[in-house]
């Protein structure tokens, strides 16, 4: 399963959302309507999924899906 995949499931399990509609370049709140809340639930699921501490504040400021992914790799 790619980090791509595996984040995509945190999100529609996190935001009820439809896996279709979590794509790289999807807002997080405009698109998938989520609110600094599930951000931060996304953000703390991401975390354990992949053994990872992110920058709190570069993690908050992230506006896409691909964003969050970016910040797993660094």
């Known amino acids: 399963m790619s980090i791509f995949e595996r984040v995509q499931t945190i999100i529609v399990k996190e935001l009820a959302v439809d896996e279709s509609q979590v794509v790289e370049s999807a807002i997080l709140v405009d698109d998938l309507d989520a609110d600094s809340l599930n951000k931060f639930s996304i953000i703390a699921a991401i975390e354990e999924e992949f053994g ?19 910040l797993i790799k660094e």
């Open 52 to 70: 990872v501490e992110m920058d709190g504040e570069k993690s908050m400021e992230a506006e896409t899906v691909g964003d969050l992914i970016k």
